[in-house]
Each structure stands twice: as structure tokens, then as C-alpha cells.
């Protein structure tokens, strides 16, 4: 553990391109590498104060695929997930170390705009969080603050369009009108997925997104993320491993703030290098 206070800005890279082969590794057992990387996390350290919460993480996000995040409550999973679009910087105490690369692009470098991040890497929470906003604004109002348009015939196209891919429209196509958080559990999470959606994002990080659901709004949200992989690249933390069985593709067990182990879900759930993984997946935790 490292009692020290790292600064927020202390790893920062200045040039846009960093050379991961320069950077030195951690000890996870399986394979923490994608063919198609599309972001990278080399020696990633996350601090509350003088508590280390991750420890020299590293592992790759494969583009167009499902990377599920899972371990024990407290193991660092949302931690983890939240400093892949820099929601943490919003916690005072939280100080990050490490490089987090989008493209060949660091995602901490000064000169880029979190906000705009954001909008990049999108985030879709345990809880679904309509605003208190129509159906139509909750969609709309990402791609009117970013400035995708401020066209009434090309915002209609945008609302439609995300509540589509969101397996919503249907749904709600009568009612664009009324308040989003009318909605069922399942209907706002699809909603909160629309909205991310509607900024055209990259990446979408999900922290337990179906937790709060009943067994039927899970499985919709669960046949909704493999649709979505196509044109997007997915993180999600799940405690259900049959949920990471089902969605993912790859797989990362987390404990106590490491990454013990990455590979194929296949391979994580029925061959588990690492007594610990092997341990978690059989439900033994000692
Ligand atoms: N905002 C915070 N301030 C201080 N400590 C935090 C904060 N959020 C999480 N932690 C601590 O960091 C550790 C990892 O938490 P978290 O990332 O929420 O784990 P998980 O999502 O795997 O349950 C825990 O010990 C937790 O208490
Ligand atoms: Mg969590």
C-alpha cells in the first residue's frame, strides 16, 4: 500500500500518443490484451486520501466487445470503471495514477475537455436517472448541449434514432411528451441508454445497470448490450456472473483493489487460472 498523495495531473502525458510497449506490467495471470484495443489502462492506480483503492491495474477494452468487471463488493470495480471517463474527478479526495489511453489518446492530458470525454465514453448507472424532463428532452438534451444540432427536424431524427438502438421506441413512440421518470424500471434504464446513446459515444461503461430490474427488464437490457456491442465498445460491471456469462466476451476478476486474472469469459468461468478467480466463480470466498 502507498501512503502517499499523488497528484491528480501527475502522470499526465503531453504528447498525444503514448507507446504502450514502454510501459512496464503488472503481475495478472490470462491475457490482459485485446487484438483491437480501443482503450488501454497501463499501471493504474486510484487513491480516496491515503487509501489505495486499485492497484496497478492494466488491462485493454477490445473494440466492438463486452469486457465484464467482476469481484467481491468493495474490490475496486466502479472505482476502476469510473476513471475510464474520469468521473472521478469529481470526488475531491480521489487522486489517479497511471495511463488511461483512448486511441492512442490520454484521456487525462490537460488540454482535453472531460465534459467532451464524456460524451466519448458514456456512462449508464446502477440506478436509472431520468431527468425530470420528457422522454423527448431526456434524449435530446445531450445532443443539444454538445451541439450536435439545434435542428427541430434533425433532433427529432437524433431522439428517434437512440430510442431505436435503445429497444425503446416502440415503447414510448405515443408519449415522447410525458415525463421520462413515468417509465418502468427497465423502460427508464433503456431511456438512461438512449440518452448515451444520443451523443454518438464510443465506449459505454455500465455499472450494474440492471441490478434494481426485475428478471424480464434484465433480460431485455441484457439482449439490448450484445445489439449494442456492434457499434459500440462496452465495460460492464456486473455481481451476476451468469449476467458476465451471458454478455461478455472478456473478462476481468477483481480483488481487493488488483486484477487478478483477464481472459476469455469462456475461459474465466469454466477453466480459472488463479485460486482466487476459481474461488469466486465456485462461490468460495476463503
Ligand atoms: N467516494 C469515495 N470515497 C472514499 N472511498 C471510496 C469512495 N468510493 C469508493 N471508496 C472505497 O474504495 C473501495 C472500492 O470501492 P468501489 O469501487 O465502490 O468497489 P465495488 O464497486 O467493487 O464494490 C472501497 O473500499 C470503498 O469503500
Ligand atoms: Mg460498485
Redesign the pocket.
Known amino acids: 500500500m502507498n501512503a502517499i498523495t499523488i497528484p491528480k495531473q501527475g502522470h499526465v502525458n503531453e504528447t498525444t500518443q503514448t507507446d504502450l510497449s514502454q510501459i512496464e506490467l503488472n503481475q495478472t495471470v490470462g491475457n490482459i490484451y485485446a487484438d483491437d484495443a480501443k482503450m488501454s489502462i497501463r499501471n493504474a492506480n486510484i487513491y480516496?486520501g491515503d487509501?489505495q483503492?486499485i492497484e496497478n491495474i492494466s488491462l485493454d477494452l477490445a473494440k466492438n466487445q463486452v469486457t465484464a468487471l467482476i469481484?467481491p463488493?468493495?474490490?475496486?470495480?466502479?472505482?476502476f470503471l469510473r476513471s475510464l471517463n474520469r468521473m472521478n474527478d469529481t470526488?475531491d479526495?480521489?487522486n489517479i495514477t497511471g495511463q488511461f489511453i483512448l486511441d492512442g489518446e490520454d484521456i487525462y492530458a490537460k488540454k482535453l475537455d472531460p465534459v467532451l470525454l464524456r460524451a466519448r465514453v458514456g456512462m449508464v448507472f446502477q440506478k436509472p436517472n431520468p431527468f425530470p424532463k420528457s422522454i423527448y428532452e431526456n434524449v435530446a438534451y445531450g445532443a443539444r448541449i454538445h451541439g450536435l444540432t439545434n435542428n427541430k427536424a434533425e433532433l427529432d431524427e437524433i431522439v428517434e434514432t437512440s430510442l431505436q438502438k435503445a429497444g425503446l421506441f416502440n415503447e414510448v413512440k405515443d408519449r415522447l411528451n410525458d415525463p421520462g421518470t413515468g417509465l418502468s424500471g427497465g423502460q427508464q434504464q433503456r431511456l438512461c441508454i438512449a440518452r448515451t446513446i444520443a451523443v454518438s459515444p464510443e465506449v459505454i461503461l455500465m455499472d450494474e445497470p440492471a441490478s434494481a430490474l426485475d428478471p424480464i427488464a434484465t433480460a431485455i437490457i441484457e439482449e439490448l448490450i450484445d445489439e449494442l456491442k456492434e457499434k459500440y465498445t462496452i465495460a460492464i460491471?456486473t455481481h451476476s456472473m451468469q449476467q458476465a456469462a451471458r454478455v461478455s466476451q472478456h473478462t476481468a476478476y477483481?480483488h481487493m483493489g488488483k486484477l487478478v486474472e483477464m481472459g476469455k469469459t469462456e475461459d474465466i468461468f469454466t477453466r480459472p487460472s488463479h485460486k482466487l478467480t476459481e474461488n469466486y466463480i465456485t462461490g468460495r470466498f476463503g
Do not use: E, H, P
Request: glycine share 18%; aromatic share 12%; charged share 10%.
Open positions: 480516496y487509501k483503492a469481484g463488493s468493495g474490490c475496486g470495480k466502479s472505482t470526488i479526495i480521489c460491471v477483481f
